[in-house]
């Protein structure tokens, strides 16, 4: 019975890279091929790019390399596929089948890709191992894979097309390393740094190692999956030619060459003005990193959704560029493209190169401000100066943002390796321009359009016959001023003067109840009492106006300042207090901590207010209280900052027993009294005169004590250090919106905080200590070392357990000073007529929206503490300030900040750890590889054996 060919050469393709992987296992090809690959990528991504010292939770050095090193591995893997068929003579045998050539040539494709999935295999334990001691995000590691194996098949395509074309292996490798190695150079900075912006952008198109970053970002492009593809269908369809032409005669042409050639040209063509296609068209793509970093998140839409204007986003990007910037600059186009779309027509983006346009360049140099950068451009000849431009503009209505260089970028440095340059997070930085115009713009206009529902001033004022003169002059003029307000506020604003004293006293007791509304008097010992309280109400809270100086003049400011807590998309104001410095003594590290890498941070989001709080009041415009590092606090400073919390304000205080001293090679933690405990005390909190120490810490340049006989030595070295508690996972609140999306943070010199609930008010944990963490109340915190080891911290004063490092006090509070005598801080003014106090009163309750949200550290936000990280980790570390802008926004109701501050990419970072337990873990991996590579030679083995044992079983029968 006769056998259809179709049928019979169906399996071909399955059979020939069975047989091809026969040989490679039978030949020691694929072992040295698989324990090459183990071994190297090993070493590069523990030695080479040290992985631990990099300290950052991915296993992007696992890929980095991939684009080189598999150029020489995929060619060792080609080189004999057809160059040795040929050689031996067995390639007229595969010609004269009646099977197609491309089942051939598919098969044994098919072999060098399974084989080259079975060396990926051995490199899985890297990324599990990373997942079991960090928060990893698998989205770029599932990437990155992806993006090894498209490569990995994309030179193997190309090393069978050219051991198609030599019967000598070691011309098929040289041939091979040759084509790929130009493939992936073409888009290299190496190659793109002599051309300008939009040539080199072109040719990292064309390169295999740009495409694959892209991938390996987590972010799954069609433009770079169809590249891939084209070329491994490309150069497969180029090996069925050259093996199909074997079969022809040289002195014949006929149609049937004809159309072969037509036919691989038309593919290849096809192939080529699809990928120009595709790269002219906006398509599909798919962010798998976790909260689509690379993708227009939710909050930018709705900010976006809020333009009613015209936007403008202008990029200023020079054509020549650094090297280590122009891969970056594709990037923010893209992402810029991305705002285009979401705006739906209300986005204009543009992209200028200031060299080819003067006057745009002359625009952004003298209306802008935005100015080139000076970056220094080497190669093996010479060093040149290139002033380059790398500025994004964001104008809206006349108001406008820049950012330049330093905001975009983020500059890593590690050791054993160069420079490590990416954008910090773009999406975050370019919505929050957006946002700061949208609200600058719209605070040049009407306040009342802002408000989400209408506001009620209600105004408890006393009738005109028991007010003194002074305050009812105040009524009448700021009753004016009311009277002109109202109408302009289109409904959305209203007036209600009420009299406590009326129907009985009924409204007086409840004022009194509710917020701590108790009478006043006009001087001490007078017996007429009176009301003065100005409120602001809406269905949601209630704000006091103060009242301080009752100067009509001054009200309107005051009235706009309350009417902004009810107002979205606003700009905030924040009052900070901190210690006062001495600038002589900073220099040298002595003193005060300063904070302005801290003030930076709040300048960028919110209007900063620097106050002292010595007249005993809150800077008037102040929507939330911020006390870092308070030292010796007065009664007019407590009272300030006890009247704002009673007026249902937030107070955020960043205060401990200690604060640390770092001058000269030494370290010292000295005692620093904030003058706040008795009034934390009245609330149930105390912070306990010891410091947390913890065994998951993170490294800290430290001063280190050495002893050598009666000679005493200090030097810097980089440790471990137990005073700094790295926090992260279980030690972060994850249900509450401050600690949410935060990775992790680091306290230093931490002390414990004993909290407990009040009777209205509760208390929520923020951050606490792992449980291997120890009291300790020395303060002899510099670690002693000799011959570079080490030696012991302080032990537990008490048992190892869990302390709080940060906490919310929220509900109502009952003044601290209900039952103490009003601070005399404005005793000048006793000699020309009434004090201030005498007027004001004192608030005795809160209102249910009052916070207080307390971290037990004076230095964890300090400049040199922050700035230390760079000698530790090789960047700028700001979780403290990441943790104190969320806390802000969610303070200050602004959701949508919080839900893009939320969104931004931080480095995810790996947790402290012994160099005994890296070792242990560098070995492991090592271990893994290495038994795998034992389980596949098992396995094949075994196989192998029941092959045989078949074969000799048919025998016998």
């Given at each position: 019975?006769?056998?259809?060919?179709?049928?019979?050469?169906?399996?071909?393709?399955?059979?020939?890279?069975?047989?091809?992987?026969?040989?490679?296992?039978?030949?020691?090809?694929?072992?040295?091929?698989?324990?090459?690959?183990?071994?190297?990528?090993?070493?590069?991504?523990?030695?080479?790019?040290?992985?631990?010292?990099?300290?950052?939770?991915?296993?992007?050095?696992?890929?980095?390399?991939?684009?080189?090193?598999?150029?020489?591995?995929?060619?060792?893997?080609?080189?004999?596929?057809?160059?040795?068929?040929?050689?031996?003579?067995?390639?007229?045998?595969?010609?004269?089948?009646?099977?197609?050539?491309?089942?051939?040539?598919?098969?044994?494709?098919?072999?060098?890709?399974?084989?080259?999935?079975?060396?990926?295999?051995?490199?899985?334990?890297?990324?599990?191992?990373?997942?079991?001691?960090?928060?990893?995000?698998?989205?770029?590691?599932?990437?990155?894979?992806?993006?090894?194996?498209?490569?990995?098949?994309?030179?193997?395509?190309?090393?069978?097309?050219?051991?198609?074309?030599?019967?000598?292996?070691i011309v098929s490798l040289i041939g091979s390393v040759a084509l790929c190695g130009a493939l992936y150079l073409v888009g290299s900075s190496t190659i793109t740094g002599f051309f300008d912006d939009r040539v080199s952008e072109a040719m990292r198109t064309l390169g295999s190692g740009a495409r694959f970053e892209s991938i390996t970002r987590g972010v799954i492009d069609i433009r770079d999956l169809f590249y891939y593809l084209s070329l491994i269908i490309g150069f497969l369809v180029l090996n069925v030619y050259v093996l199909e032409k074997e079969r022809w005669a040289h002195a014949v042409k006929t149609p049937r060459h004809r159309r072969w050639r037509t036919a691989t040209g038309l593919i290849i063509a096809n192939l080529v003005l699809a990928n120009i296609w595709l790269a002219r068209i906006p398509v599909p793509r798919l962010d798998l990193t976790e909260g689509n970093l690379y993708s227009i998140s939710a909050p930018t839409h709705e900010v976006l959704e809020q333009l009613q204007e015209p936007l403008l986003i202008r990029g200023y990007f020079s054509?020549?560029?650094?090297?280590?910037?122009?891969?970056?600059?594709?990037?923010?186009?893209?992402?810029?493209?991305?705002?285009?779309?979401?705006?739906?027509?209300?986005?204009?983006?543009?992209?200028?190169?200031?060299?080819?346009?003067?006057?745009?360049?002359?625009?952004?140099?003298?209306?802008?401000?935005?100015?080139?950068?000076?970056?220094?451009?080497?190669?093996?000849?010479?060093?040149?100066?290139?002033?380059?431009?790398?500025?994004?503009?964001?104008?809206y209505g006349g108001e406008y943002a820049t950012l330049g260089f330093t905001d975009l970028v983020e500059v890593r440095t590690a050791a054993n390796s160069q420079a490590e340059v990416a954008l910090r997070n773009p999406e975050y930085d370019i919505t929050r321009s957006i946002r700061d115009v949208l609200q600058s713009y719209r605070a040049g206009g009407d306040l009342f359009a802002a408000l989400e529902q209408p506001v009620e001033l209600i105004a408890y004022v006393s009738g005109d016959d028991l007010l003194p003169d002074?305050?009812?002059?105040?009524?009448?003029?700021?009753?004016?001023?009311?009277?002109?307000?109202?109408?302009?506020?289109?409904?959305?604003?209203?007036?209600?003067?009420?009299?406590?004293?009326?129907?009985?006293?009924?409204?007086?007791?409840?004022?009194?109840?509710?917020?701590?509304?108790?009478?006043?008097?006009?001087?001490?010992?007078?017996?007429?009492?009176?009301?003065?309280?100005?409120?602001?109400?809406?269905?949601?809270?209630?704000?006091?106006?103060?009242?301080?100086?009752?100067?009509?003049?001054?009200?309107?400011?005051?009235?706009?300042?309350?009417?902004?807590?009810?107002?979205?998309?606003?700009?905030?104001?924040v009052a900070l207090v901190t210690p006062p410095v001495n600038e002589q003594m900073a220099r040298q590290h002595l003193g005060a901590p300063t904070f302005i890498n801290l003030e930076r941070a709040i300048g960028r989001d919110y209007t900063l207010r620097l106050d002292d709080l010595e007249d005993g009041s809150v800077t008037p415009e102040a929507d939330i209280l911020a006390v870092v590092a308070p030292h010796q606090l007065g009664e007019a400073a407590l009272f300030a900052i006890d009247q704002f919390l009673m007026r249902g304000g937030t107070v955020m205080l960043a205060t401990s027993p200690f604060t640390a001293e770092i001058s000269g090679g030494k370290m010292r933690m000295n005692e620093w009294?904030?003058?706040?405990?008795?009034?934390?005390?009245?609330?149930?909190?105390?912070?306990?005169?010891?410091?947390?120490?913890?065994?998951?810490?993170?490294?800290?340049?430290?001063?280190?004590?050495?002893?050598?006989?009666?000679?005493?030595?200090?030097d810097v070295q980089v440790i471990d250090y137990p005073y700094f508690i790295d926090i992260r996972?279980?030690?972060?609140?994850?249900?509450?919106?401050?600690?949410?999306?935060?990775?992790?943070?680091?306290?230093?010199?931490?002390?414990?905080?004993?909290?407990?609930?009040?009777?209205?008010?509760?208390?929520?944990?923020?951050?606490?200590?792992?449980?291997?963490?120890?009291?300790?109340?020395?303060?002899?915190?510099?670690?002693?070392?000799?011959?570079?080891?080490?030696?012991?911290?302080?032990?537990?004063?008490?048992?190892?357990?869990?302390?709080?490092?940060?906490?919310?006090?929220?509900?109502?509070?009952?003044?601290?000073?209900?039952?103490?005598?009003?601070?005399?801080?404005?005793?000048?003014?006793?000699?020309?007529?009434?004090?201030?106090?005498?007027?004001?009163?004192?608030?005795?309750?809160?209102?249910?929206?009052?916070?207080?949200?307390?971290?037990?550290?004076?230095?964890?936000?300090?400049?040199?503490?922050?700035?230390?990280?760079?000698?530790?980790?090789?960047?700028?570390?700001l979780g403290p300030v990441e943790l104190f802008m969320n806390t802000l926004d969610w303070a200050l109701r602004d959701d949508q900040l919080l839900q893009i501050r939320s969104a931004a990419h931080f480095n995810r970072t790996l947790p402290p750890m012994t160099a005994h337990s890296q070792a242990l873990l560098e070995y492991f991996n090592y271990g893994l590889a290495i038994l795998w590579l034992g389980l596949l030679a098992a396995v094949y083995w075994l196989l192998k054996s029941l092959r045989r044992r078949r074969y000799a079983r048919g025998l016998n029968l």
């Open positions: 019975m006769a056998t259809d060919p179709g049928t019979r050469t169906a399996p071909v393709a399955r059979r020939v890279c069975r047989k091809e992987i026969n040989l490679f296992f039978a030949s020691p090809v694929a072992w040295l091929f698989l324990a090459s690959f183990a071994v190297l990528t090993l070493f590069i991504y523990f030695w080479v790019e040290s992985w631990f010292a990099r300290n950052i939770a991915d296993v992007r050095p696992l890929f980095e390399w991939m684009p080189i090193l598999l150029i020489f591995l995929s060619g060792a893997l080609t080189m004999r596929m057809w160059s040795e068929e040929r050689r031996s003579g067995t390639l007229e045998h595969v010609m004269t089948q009646p099977a197609g050539v491309w089942r051939f040539v598919f098969g044994k494709f098919s072999a060098c890709l399974i084989l080259l999935l079975l060396a990926l295999l051995a490199t899985t334990p890297l990324p599990v191992t990373a997942a079991l001691i960090a928060d990893l995000d698998w989205g770029p590691v599932a990437a990155g894979y992806l993006a090894t194996c498209l490569l990995g098949a994309t030179y193997i395509s190309a090393g069978l097309f050219v051991s198609a074309r030599t019967d000598n292996p054509a020549r560029n650094h090297p280590l910037l122009a891969p970056l600059v594709p990037q923010l186009r893209d992402l810029l493209s991305e705002y285009a779309i979401a705006g739906g027509g209300k986005v204009r983006v543009e992209f200028v190169d200031p060299a080819k346009e003067p006057e745009l360049e002359r625009e952004a140099n003298e209306r802008f401000g935005i100015r080139a950068t000076p970056f220094q451009v080497a190669d093996r000849h010479q060093a040149t100066l290139v002033n380059s431009y790398f500025n994004i503009l964001v104008s002074r305050l009812l002059a105040y009524k009448d003029a700021i009753a004016e001023q009311l009277e002109e307000i109202v109408p302009g506020s289109e409904g959305r604003f209203s007036v209600r003067f009420i009299e406590p004293e009326a129907q009985g006293g009924t409204v007086a007791r409840r004022i009194e109840e509710q917020w701590g509304f108790t009478p006043m008097v006009a001087t001490p010992g007078n017996e007429r009492e009176f009301f003065f309280y100005l409120t602001l109400a809406d269905t949601q809270q209630v704000v006091q106006i103060p009242t301080e100086d009752f100067d009509p003049g001054a009200f309107r400011a005051m009235l706009d300042a309350g009417l902004k807590r009810f107002a979205t998309n606003l700009t905030r104001t009294e904030s003058g706040l405990q008795p009034w934390l005390d009245h609330y149930g909190v105390k912070i306990d005169r010891s410091l947390v120490l913890d065994e998951s810490n993170a490294a800290f340049p430290a001063p280190v004590r050495r002893t050598r006989g009666e000679h005493e030595f200090y996972g279980s030690g972060l609140a994850r249900e509450h919106p401050v600690t949410a999306g935060l990775p992790q943070v680091t306290m230093a010199w931490a002390s414990p905080i004993l909290a407990k609930p009040g009777h209205d008010h509760s208390v929520a944990p923020l951050l606490w200590s792992s449980r291997r963490s120890w009291r300790s109340d020395s303060l002899d915190v510099m670690p002693a070392g000799d011959t570079g080891d080490i030696q012991a911290f302080p032990d537990a004063d008490g048992p190892r357990q869990s302390e709080r490092l940060g906490v919310v006090l929220q509900g109502r509070f009952e003044s601290y000073f209900v039952d103490r005598p009003l601070p005399r801080f404005n005793e000048d003014a006793l000699e020309t007529g009434p004090a201030r106090h005498d007027y004001s009163g004192r608030l005795q309750h809160s209102p249910e929206s009052a916070r207080i949200v307390l971290f037990a550290s004076n230095d964890f936000l300090d400049d040199q503490v922050l700035n230390a990280s760079v000698t530790a980790s090789g960047t700028q570390y």
